[in-house]
């Protein structure tokens, strides 16, 4: 079996784990945290043991890669974050007009 067959490469910015919905940058973030595969599967136990060993290989044999992958994932997800902050849903314009109200009414505070 070749270790990319345990991957579902969705598109540049999303590898799963075939069968799952987790993205290997999960595993990998717990990994480089210092977190040893049996530890990684009790924060999720929906991964099998297997599954987080060849996320692991898989970084090892292809760091840079899989580095420059979750960094531009970072800043993907920066760049959506700040956008979003700039132009609210409708529904958090309400929700924020709610907290500025309760912030006046003294019942609200950071």
Do not use: H
Not at 31 to 48: M, S
Not at 55 to 82: C, H, M, S
């Amino acid at each position: 079996m070749k270790l990319e067959n345990m991957f579902e490469f969705i598109n540049p910015t999303a590898i799963r784990i075939k069968g799952t919905r987790v993205g290997i940058e999960i595993v990998i973030e717990q990994f480089l945290k210092g977190a040893d595969p049996r530890e990684i599967q009790r924060l999720y136990p929906t991964l099998k043991l297997e599954q987080i060993y060849a996320t692991i290989t898989y970084y090892l044999f292809n760091k840079d890669e899989i580095d420059d992958y979750i960094a531009k994932g970072i800043e993907q997800f920066e760049a959506a974050y700040e956008e979003q902050l700039k132009n609210p849903t409708p529904g958090i314009k309400r929700l924020m007009k709610i907290k500025a109200e309760l912030e006046a009414q003294g019942y609200y505070s950071e």
